[in-house]
């Protein structure tokens, strides 16, 4: 069974700041109700805090997506485990780590992913979330720039983006669009990976 890393409800476990409670909270209500239900209102409900709890930490709507933003990133973090990138991997082995990634990821994150698409089409009408949305991608595409890089790719930026519409196509397929309910195994999505890798090293 796999872990799974989703906004969370109004307990707190212990060691949880109360920023990380109100941030938390603000990503399960993109993930139960869309954009429209995200207020400072519903996150203090959600949270279990006093009326003016969330105002207090974010004063203004963009600062609670902006506190959504990073705290997604860190929980994304958690479940891609970008240390599984590692250097000097032919394309089958960075195709299974990739792979291993994303099926963790469909198979235990998928309010994660939610959140994920909320907050693009939000980032997209705001400028400033759209520049911390961008930033806390490339936490992500940085290390994959590096693998593609290692693994001798001719043009690591180019061919990181080609991995990342890829696996971004993948994730909205399965999480949002006409495979919700046909997950591919973590063997079919290395299969794939492998191919579109293989294709671009010019390795097989």
Known sequence: MPTRTTPAG?????????ADLIADSALALLA??????????AVDERAGLPQGSTSN???????????AVHRLAELEGRVLTLGELLPGRGPDRLAEALAHALHR??????ELLVCRYELAL???RRPALRAYYDEAGRRFR?????????????????????????????MFACAAG?????????AQLSAGCAELLRGMLGTG
């Open 32 to 41: 139960e109700r869309g954009m429209r239900g995200l207020t400072h209102r």
């Open 142 to 170: 940085d290390p994959l720039v590096a693998s593609m890089a290692a693994a001798g790719s001719a043009d690591p930026e180019r061919h990181a983006l080609s991995v990342v519409a890829w696996a971004e196509g993948m």
């Open 57 to 67: 930490h974010a004063r203004t709507r963009e600062a609670l997506l902006e506190a």
């Open 105 to 110: 990821y469909l198979t235990g994150s998928t």
């Open 122 to 124: 939000e980032a997209t």
């Open 10 to 18: 109004s307990a707190r476990p212990s060691g949880r700041s109360r």
């Open 178 to 186: 006409s495979y919700h309910r046909a997950v591919p195994t973590e």
